[in-house]
């Protein structure tokens, strides 16, 4: 192909030429050149600018993760351990992020307490303060972005939500209901066994009726207002919006009410027909894809994708998983442009981030060297912006 060329002549001294490549555009794989210049994709590699031979490694756009976990386990690394350091556990969290290829995150902080007495509201306040701190002092390697996930069953939940909702870099509010019973827990059981599992909680008979009843109250007192907030919040400031865990088609079309246009990790086939019905966006779990299934046995994200039902991954709770994801996913379906997209151009548009996720002339210059061993992307190169890490 022609070499993509830069926008900025003046910049010539930084710009670099990666030839050799095979590169992944929006429709096609070609071999070829990209040139960098000014931080920028450009349109011609400026004379005198350097020369790097990718050897026939893949070059795809850097990756957009619109809901990890993964910097609250940086703030809590072992059960009763709070990292003393809020930078610090934002710059480790930011360098993992990076190093898995994930060049623009949407950092997913659960909003609510979650019977902590405060601990959790803590801990969310400093991560987000942590974050806003790092960014101001430049020390992020990847773009951060805030998601927030907001449980509206949870007493802790408004508090919390209208202290940060006008944060600026406030991109996404999705809105949960975990009281057992319903959508992802409508097994009660299997509710117990998980937070047996994951709390080391456990209940006697008597016990688990009475938190049943207490969180099933809290639900028909909270929920409604929570919702009508959060939707208003929403719409008032222009976030987007998405509903997680819909089970059934009324959940869809409840979201679709509000003006949902995200189906994040529905658990059923059915209800994710009903989003694509809608015109709903369906965004899935990579560890979904590289585990083969639900953890919590809930329709599988390689299911959804063969249905024609899958739009985005996210690396969900494991970084690493969101480039593997992608690549096995085109080992399935055939089609590697498309399945780099749904880590990359599809969730780029869905937050409003034009400038990125694509491999295109004027684009910012985030890319990543990928080269297959035994079928595994192992990463080569990350630029973000321009800048060159790995």
Not at 250 to 262: H, K, M, N, P, T
Request: contains cysteine; hydrophobic residues 45%; aromatic residues 6%.
């Amino acid at each position: 192909m022609d070499a993509l060329l830069v926008r900025n002549d003046a910049a010539a001294r930084d710009a670099i030429g990666l030839v050799n490549a095979r590169i992944v555009l929006s429709d096609k794989v070609v071999s070829g050149e990209v040139a960098i210049a000014g931080g920028e994709i450009a349109a011609i590699r400026p004379p005198g600018a350097a020369e790097l031979d990718c050897e026939g490694d893949y070059l795809v756009p850097g990756l957009v993760d619109l809901h990890t976990d993964n910097i609250e386990h940086h703030f809590h690394p072992r059960p009763g351990v709070r990292w003393p350091s809020a930078i610090a556990a934002v710059l480790a969290h930011d360098w993992q992020m990076l190093g898995s290829g994930i060049t623009t995150v949407l950092d997913s902080l659960s909003i609510g307490d979650y019977d902590t007495a405060g601990a959790r509201t803590a801990m969310l306040n400093a991560a987000i303060g942590g974050i806003d701190a790092a960014r101001a002092a430049g020390l992020l390697k990847a773009g951060h972005y805030f998601h927030f996930r907001c449980e509206l069953s949870d007493p802790g939940l408004l508090p919390v939500i209208r202290a940060h909702v006008d944060n600026p870099n406030l991109r996404l509010l999705s809105l949960m209901d975990h009281t057992p019973g319903q959508r992802q827990w409508h097994d009660i059981e299997l509710y117990r066994a998980f937070r047996r599992k994951k709390n080391n909680q456990v209940w006697t008979d008597s016990e688990f009726a009475i938190y049943l009843a207490e969180r099933r109250t809290h639900q028909a007192r909270l929920v409604p207002e929570a919702r009508s907030y959060i939707v208003a919040a929403a719409r008032d400031r222009d976030i987007r919006l998405a509903s997680h865990d819909d089970t059934s088609r009324a959940d869809v079309e409840q979201a679709a009410a509000d003006g949902i246009s995200i189906s994040e990790f529905p658990t059923t086939l059915a209800a994710a027909s009903r989003a694509r019905e809608l015109g709903q966006h369906v965004v899935m779990g990579s560890p979904n894809v590289v585990l083969g299934g639900s953890h919590s046995g809930n329709v599988g994200a390689l299911e959804l994708a063969e249905a024609g039902l899958l739009d985005v991954l996210t690396s969900d709770y494991v970084p690493a998983s969101l480039l593997q994801a992608a690549f096995l996913l085109a080992e399935v379906s055939g089609d590697l442009p498309r399945a780099i997209a749904a880590v990359s151009a599809v969730p780029a548009a869905i937050a409003g981030l034009d400038d990125r996720g694509r491999i295109a002339p004027g684009l910012r210059a985030d890319l990543l060297r990928v080269r297959l061993v035994d079928g595994l992307p192992v990463i080569q190169g990350i630029w973000v912006g321009g800048r060159r890490y790995l």
